[in-house]
């Protein structure tokens, strides 16, 4: 069974444009989450889809928006990049929310804004 | 404000010996949590989890204690071997509010030593 992907691997940026990452979940699983990871912060959840339907949100402004396809495939989007938003971009796929799910996570998108 | 907390950022062992991992979280609304191994370029990849209503939990190498009045869990691996060298995450979550939210700590950095 294929693992989760996630493109581009790498990206490159320029404060004030916008980005979008994309994301290939497991096949039969309907959960996406998105995380953030940056080396001060570690990872930090961004939000969660579920049947295309955003159903948790971390602590992330506005400017940070994600989408869930029938297929199950995400994006992530970020808008009016700033330099913070410099870092690795995480995907994980589940099955579903039941505890004992385990989240599969791709192997990142590495964001740099300049 | 980090809730899950690794203070020790790396750690060296011996080929063979104990691994200890430690975190500590402050929410008390927790109650499932995981380990997490990260090798450098590829996403974390699950490897031990526990539900706050066991103590202890273990899978071959791998023991996770949970000290609930400590807010304390801890990850043992024994012995650890040289392929064990990576970055450990530990993470938690809430039922309540979105199982698949999960607060990751900073991870600690394990290098074994043959």
């Known amino acids: 069974k294929a693992g989760v992907t996630q493109t581009p691997r790498y990206l490159i940026k320029t404060r004030g444009q916008q980005v979008t990452l994309s994301c290939s979940p497991i096949?039969?699983?309907?959960?996406v989450s998105w995380y953030q990871q940056t080396p001060g912060q570690g990872l930090q959840f961004l939000f969660e889809?579920?049947?295309?339907?955003?159903?948790n949100k971390g602590n992330f402004p506005g400017r940070f928006s994600g989408r869930q396809f029938s297929n199950s495939r995400s994006e992530m989007n970020v808008s009016t990049l700033e330099l913070g938003d410099s870092a690795l971009y995480l995907c994980?796929?589940?099955?579903?929310?039941?505890?004992?799910?385990?989240?599969?996570f791709g192997p990142g998108t590495r964001l740099t804004v300049l | 404000d980090q809730q899950v907390k690794q203070n020790s950022p790396s750690l060296s062992v011996q080929e063979g010996r104990i691994s200890i991992l430690n975190c500590d979280y402050t929410?008390?609304?927790?109650?499932?949590f995981l380990w997490y191994k990260k090798y450098p370029a590829e996403g974390p990849t699950f490897l031990i989890s526990?539900?706050?209503?066991?103590d202890k939990n273990e899978d071959g190498r791998f023991t996770v204690f949970l000290n609930k009045s400590a807010k304390h869990l801890s990850l043992h691996i024994v012995p650890s071997q040289p392929g064990d060298s990576a970055v450990y995450f530990c993470?938690?979550?809430?039922?309540?509010?979105?199982?698949?939210?999960?607060?990751f700590g900073t991870g600690t950095r394990l290098t074994v030593i043959p």
């Open positions: 994980a796929s589940s099955v579903a929310t039941r505890q004992g799910d385990e989240q599969f």
């Open positions: 096949s039969g699983h309907r959960s």
């Open positions: 889809y579920f049947s295309e339907t955003q159903r």
């Open positions: 929410n008390s609304m927790f109650d499932y």
């Open positions: 526990i539900s706050s209503i066991k």
């Open positions: 993470a938690a979550s809430d039922s309540q509010t979105g199982a698949n939210n999960l607060f």
